[in-house]
Nanobody, 120 residues
Framework: QVQLVESGGGLVQPGGSLRLSCAASGTIFSINAMGWWRQAPGKQRELVASITSGGLTNYADSMKGRFTISRDNAKNTVYLQMNSLKPEDTAVYYC??????????????WGHGTLVNVSS
């Protein structure tokens, strides 16, 4: 069974930085696009950033210039470097990936999330 496990969340002061990691484990043939999403209390889940297997990136407008998504294909891991954090960045951050779990069987897998709390 393939899993995505996020780590790196926590409490940080406004203006601070955090680096989130999301590692895929299990039987994996290949991974296509991966992404980071977030859901703040009382709000819908929204896309933060995504990255293709070739390294092409896409960001939500409010995250451009502050957040950087990257991946290590050898480690089946995607990262999110978050700088200049604001209280409105407080949310549960989830990663997802389009993963080939069997030959020619692709599934969208989600992690369980990691909480980022930006507060003084």
């Amino acid at each position: 069974q393939v899993q995505l496990v996020e780590s790196g969340g926590g409490l940080v002061q406004p203006g601070g930085s955090l680096r989130l990691s999301c590692a895929a484990s299990g039987t994996i043939f290949s991974i296509n696009a991966m992404g980071w999403w977030r859901q703040a209390p009382g709000k819908q889940r929204e896309l933060v950033a995504s990255i293709t297997s070739g390294g092409l990136t896409n960001y939500a407008d409010s995250m451009k210039g502050r957040f950087t998504i990257s991946r290590d294909n050898a480690k089946n891991t995607v990262y999110l470097q978050m700088n200049s954090l604001k209280p409105e960045d407080t949310a549960v951050y989830y990663c997802n990936g389009y993963i080939e779990t069997e030959k020619s069987l692709w599934l969208e897998i989600w992690g369980h999330g990691t909480l980022v709390n930006v507060s003084s």
